[in-house]
């Protein structure tokens, strides 16, 4: 089984991990884990650490949290494969025989979210360009410039998403990242998912620059084009955190649009063992997205395709399949509608295992749009609502950065402007409703004038 080994090292190598001008290598941190292959190719990552408020549960989510990265709380991630046949023993005994392992956690398989069926498409992307107001988000100046977009996908085809769009598309390749073994260069991958989710972010937000992270090209032995490992997320995570810090902080702009998760245990510890994912506050990814809100980042995670009705071939939860970061507390979780304002039979549905109520809204799928999978296929599955509702934050954050509307929020006041779909408000099947821009553009201006 794949696994993360969150160490405590000495404080000196700690800050040589957490600082990007310093190298610190596998071997460094964690040569010789008795038990473990580790894989020295992955580069570690710094982990802070959650200080609750005084008396407050470190291991809870649904508290406030700050994140330390001093060298004396911070801890560090390696990622390597333990035997299945010894897997019980190496998890129990690795603390005992290397002081300084205080975990070990699951590394599961992600995989991106495309859609079940061969249903055409229903509009297209105009129809979703008219329901998000966008003629009306532009006459406010939210369009997008000045905010990091970042797509943590398959990687991005700028010249394809710009040529569907009509307008010039940016990357800010200064700012992209890859995981190890990833060549290629920003914005210049093959047309597929991530040049999807990339189109879908611009139609409300043109003006945004372009983050691109081509999380699921990493390699593992026996994976696919369209996956990886959940390490690499950690990884990426902690590089969007440094893009963060590096923005003056009364501008901060972040918005990260994630369309993949897991889907199956089969990758997983079990439900209740400490290094388990699906529903496991402290698994170190989990603190990644906390911790990222915390500074300022507005992260959107799809809430999957495992609908009761049509769910994708792959769902193999039996119950609950919003798990990990896709139900987090700390993120948007999108579900999907067409333009007609239905819910598509894919999309999952609530209660999440981290936070219940989830989805927490619903944004625009199933539409003729970017033609990353051909001419008359749709934008999408979850995959293609999560950069939709992203773009809208996006536009949003324009003119109201972090700094002015903390992430939490944004997220309350999506939630509160949501058109509901039901008649009993909050629902498993539509969360809070669809994202409603106007009611959104209403909402700000209402907290403009009480502010002035």
Same mark, same amino acid.
């Given at each position: 089984?794949?696994?993360?080994?969150?160490?405590?090292?000495?404080?000196?190598?700690?800050?040589?991990?957490?600082?990007?001008?310093?190298?610190?290598?596998?071997?460094?941190?964690?040569?010789?884990?008795?038990?473990?292959?580790?894989?020295?190719?992955?580069?570690?990552?710094?982990?802070?650490?959650?200080?609750?408020?005084?008396?407050?549960?470190?291991?809870?989510?649904?508290?406030?949290?700050?994140?330390?990265?001093?060298?004396?709380?911070?801890?560090?991630?390696?990622?390597?494969?333990?035997?299945?046949?010894?897997?019980?023993?190496?998890?129990?005994?690795?603390?005992?025989?290397?002081?300084?392992?205080?975990?070990?956690?699951?590394?599961?398989?992600?995989?991106?979210?495309?859609?079940?069926?061969?249903?055409?498409?229903?509009?297209?992307?105009?129809?979703?360009?008219?329901?998000?107001?966008?003629?009306?988000?532009?006459?406010?100046? /939210?369009?997008? =410039?000045?905010? $990091?977009? *970042?797509? %943590?996908?398959?990687?991005?085809? @700028?010249?394809? &998403?710009?040529? +569907?769009?009509?307008?010039?598309?940016?990357?800010?390749?200064?700012?992209?990242?890859?995981?190890?073994?990833?060549?290629?260069?920003?914005?210049?991958?093959?047309?597929?998912?991530?040049?999807?989710?990339?189109?879908?972010?611009?139609?409300?937000?043109?003006?945004?620059?372009?983050?691109?992270?081509?999380?699921?090209?990493?390699?593992?032995?026996?994976?696919?084009?369209?996956?990886?490992? /959940?390490?690499? =997320?950690?990884? $990426?995570? *902690?590089? %969007?955190?440094?893009?963060?810090? @590096?923005?003056? &902080?009364?501008? +901060?702009?972040?918005?990260?649009?994630?369309?993949?998760?897991?889907?199956?245990?089969?990758?997983?510890?079990?439900?209740?063992?400490?290094?388990?994912?699906?529903?496991?506050?402290?698994?170190?990814?989990?603190?990644?997205?906390?911790?990222?809100?915390?500074?300022?980042?507005?992260?959107?995670?799809?809430?999957?395709?495992?609908?009761?009705?049509?769910?994708?071939?792959?769902?193999?939860?039996?119950?609950?399949?919003?798990?990990?970061?896709?139900?987090?507390?700390?993120?948007?979780?999108?579900?999907?509608?067409?333009?007609?304002?239905?819910?598509?039979?894919?999309?999952?549905?609530?209660?999440?295992?981290?936070?219940?109520?989830?989805?927490?809204?619903?944004?625009?799928?199933?539409?003729?749009?970017?033609?990353?999978?051909?001419?008359?296929?749709?934008?999408?599955?979850?995959?293609?609502?999560?950069?939709?509702?992203?773009?809208?934050?996006?536009?949003?954050?324009?003119?109201?950065?972090?700094?002015?509307?903390?992430?939490?929020?944004?997220?309350?006041?999506?939630?509160?402007?949501?058109?509901?779909?039901?008649?009993?408000?909050?629902?498993?099947?539509?969360?809070?409703?669809?994202?409603?821009?106007?009611?959104?553009?209403?909402?700000?201006?209402?907290?403009?004038?009480?502010?002035?």
């Amino acid at each position: 089984m794949r696994v993360m080994i969150q160490l405590r090292p000495s404080p000196d190598l700690v800050a040589a991990v957490a600082d990007p001008s310093r190298t610190a290598t596998t071997a460094d941190v964690a040569d010789g884990l008795p038990g473990v292959e580790l894989d020295t190719a992955f580069t570690p990552v710094a982990v802070p650490r959650p200080v609750p408020a005084a008396g407050g549960d470190p291991l809870s989510l649904n508290q406030p949290l700050d994140f330390s990265l001093a060298p004396d709380d911070a801890s560090v991630l390696v990622r390597g494969t333990i035997s299945d046949d010894e897997l019980v023993s190496r998890v129990t005994l690795l603390p005992t025989l290397r002081p300084g392992v205080v975990g070990v956690f699951a590394d599961p398989v992600i995989e991106s979210s495309p859609t079940c069926g061969g249903a055409p498409p229903v509009g297209d992307w105009h129809d979703v360009e008219r329901l998000l107001s966008v003629a009306a988000l532009h006459a406010e100046g /939210l369009d997008g =410039a000045g905010v $990091a977009l *970042a797509v %943590l996908d398959t990687g991005v085809n @700028a010249a394809h &998403a710009a040529r +569907r769009l009509g307008r010039a598309v940016t990357v800010d390749a200064a700012r992209c990242w890859s995981p190890q073994g990833v060549t290629g260069r920003p914005g210049e991958f093959a047309v597929d998912h991530g040049t999807m989710c990339a189109f879908d972010a611009l139609i409300a937000a043109p003006q945004a620059a372009i983050v691109d992270i081509p999380l699921l090209l990493s390699t593992r032995p026996g994976g696919t084009a369209m996956d990886g490992l /959940l390490s690499d =997320a950690v990884a $990426a995570f *902690a590089h %969007l955190r440094g893009v963060l810090e @590096a923005q003056p &902080a009364e501008s +901060r702009a972040l918005v990260v649009t994630n369309s993949w998760g897991s889907f199956s245990p089969e990758w997983d510890f079990p439900v209740g063992h400490p290094g388990n994912y699906s529903d496991n506050a402290a698994h170190p990814f989990n603190l990644m997205v906390a911790a990222l809100d915390r500074i300022g980042g507005d992260v959107l995670f799809a809430a999957g395709n495992c609908g009761r009705e049509c769910p994708d071939g792959r769902c193999a939860y039996p119950s609950r399949p919003i798990v990990g970061a896709n139900s987090h507390p700390r993120a948007l979780s999108v579900g999907g509608v067409d333009v007609n304002g239905r819910r598509v039979g894919y999309s999952s549905q609530g209660p999440g295992r981290l936070t219940a109520r989830k989805p927490d809204v619903c944004a625009y799928t199933h539409f003729a749009g970017s033609r990353a999978f051909g001419e008359s296929e749709p934008d999408s599955g979850t995959s293609a609502a999560t950069p939709v509702a992203a773009g809208l934050v996006a536009a949003v954050r324009t003119r109201w950065p972090a700094a002015r509307l903390s992430p939490a929020q944004l997220r309350a006041l999506l939630r509160r402007t949501a058109e509901d779909r039901s008649e009993v408000g909050f629902d498993y099947d539509y969360g809070y409703g669809t994202v409603d821009p106007h009611a959104v553009m209403a909402a700000l201006e209402r907290r403009s004038r009480s502010a002035a």
